[in-house]
């Protein structure tokens, strides 16, 4: 994975995950993220390289560096990177965390049952080369 910049690991069957890589994709128009299934190879070395179970997706997780943010605060992280208007949602940290993720984790564990999934996962457009992992 040699270019830099945080990575943005989500469920690519997941009808919900692959909106918010969508929302990414359209919004990240300096192209501060890359996109990474979890389902993929370099989704699963990156999930085990930070601790989490390879076989259950229960959170988004952003990774900078050595760095990986989960539940609210991956969404935080991405939303103050976006920038203007993104970043006012930020003023959401004033909830205090653990009730934030409690919410994050109400819609995560039951995303499926409320957005729906794919079979298989989705494959990039052409004009989306170079925003996914594919090592």
Partial sequence: MSQSGPIILFD?????????????????????????SVQSAAGQR???EHGYPTDTFETMLVVDGQLGFEKSAAFFFVMNRLGWPWRALCVL??????????LYDRIALNRYR???????????????LGRFVDE
């Avoid at 409320?114 to 989306?128: I, K, N, T, V, W």
């Fill in 93 to 102: 940290r004033l909830i205090p965390r653990p009730l934030r993720d409690w």
């Fill in 12 to 36: 690519g069957v997941c009808k919900l995950c692959s909106a918010w890589a969508n929302f990414i994709i359209a919004h990240d128009t300096e192209r501060r993220f890359r996109l990474c």
């Fill in 114 to 128: 409320l957005f729906g999934r794919y079979e298989l996962c989705q494959l990039p457009s052409a004009d989306h």
């Fill in 46 to 48: 990156l999930l085990a």
